[in-house]
């Protein structure tokens, strides 16, 4: 009885260890799953607890000032604000405006070398080889539209204007691939014609800054120049999208650093803590390079670097 008992002693332990392990794993599991929704718990209170600007109802008075101290706040942090498409006379610039869509224009600036110096003119880009266009504008993304669309503009400047850009609205839109938002480029910035520029960050910080709650490009550009002498507009949307770029993101903004912060009905949506938010900035003076391989003076006078040619380093 005694040999028996010890024999069946080391099973059963073997059964009570099995079962205490099992029993351990399972508090485990449920410690980690407590400890999973005790995080979300603080992450949702945290988030609700988010600073964010209480805004009051302004008069119209009152949202022309404040519009126009952000513009002004913005020139000073901008001074030397630019369009970030390289171009040496309208034509060029009629291009690489219509290249820009749906990229960056930094590839458009280190594709846009290659395109010209092959193709000066409207006479010799309409006159191209579709196929040797392609090639060159692969970079760029939807090549075989955009070169549709910039021979046949070209196209259109020879057979409708004499091979030179024309200087109206009205004209520049009648072009292939050319709309409001192009025109303006081209008026404001190879004409000095003042428009206003309403790109994807345009819409994006108008609206948060509630200048506008218009969705439509015509109304948000009709509902901004209506706060803003017209003279102002070319500079305005060089600031606006300059800052979009640089600060105020689409996904995270730099909220802690922003130099608008009291005018910016949006305060705390994007990162508040200054430290933080630094690390958000994509900004000349961080050491960041531009857009342009070749920039304005003035903004190689302030620190810009210019962007690398096509296969060239990006840097920091």
Wanted: net charge positive; aromatic share 6%.
């Amino acid at each position: 009885m005694g040999e028996q008992g010890s024999d069946a002693a080391p099973g059963e332990l073997k059964k009570a260890t099995k079962a205490a392990k099992a029993v351990k794993k399972a508090a485990a599991g449920k410690t980690v799953e407590k400890k999973t929704v005790a995080k979300k718990a603080v992450a949702k209170k945290a988030a609700a607890e988010k600073p964010k600007a209480v805004w009051k109802p302004e008069s119209r008075t009152a949202l022309v000032r404040r519009a126009r101290r952000i513009d002004r706040e913005l020139g000073e942090v901008y001074p030397y604000a630019h369009p970030e498409l390289d171009f040496e006379n309208p034509f060029q610039l009629l291009v690489a405006t219509v290249l820009s869509a749906q990229t960056t224009d930094l590839r458009v600036n280190q594709t846009t070398p290659t395109l010209f110096a092959k193709y000066p003119t409207p006479e010799d880009l309409s006159a191209a080889n579709p196929e040797e266009v392609e090639e060159i504008l692969r970079p760029c993304g939807f090549f075989r539209a955009k070169t549709k669309s910039v021979t046949g503009l070209s196209k259109g400047l020879v057979e409708q204007f004499g091979g030179e850009v024309p200087g109206r609205l009205e004209d520049l839109v009648k072009l292939p691939g050319v709309g409001r938002k192009t025109a303006f480029v081209v008026l404001g910035n190879a004409f000095g014609r003042p428009g206003i520029t309403v790109d994807t960050h345009f819409q994006r910080l108008v609206r948060r800054w509630r200048w506008t709650e218009e969705t439509e490009p015509d109304k948000i550009e009709a509902a901004v120049g209506a706060l803003f002498p017209k003279s102002d507009w070319t500079d305005l949307s060089h600031h606006v999208i300059w800052h979009g770029r640089r600060m105020c993101h689409a996904r995270k903004p730099a909220c802690g650093v922003c130099p608008i912060a009291p005018l910016c009905p949006a305060y705390g949506e994007g990162e508040t803590d200054p430290e933080k938010a630094k690390k958000l900035l994509k900004y000349e003076k961080g050491g960041f390079p531009g857009q342009r391989l070749k920039p304005p003076q003035a903004y190689l006078d302030a620190g810009g670097r210019p962007a690398p040619p096509l296969g060239g380093v990006q840097g920091k």
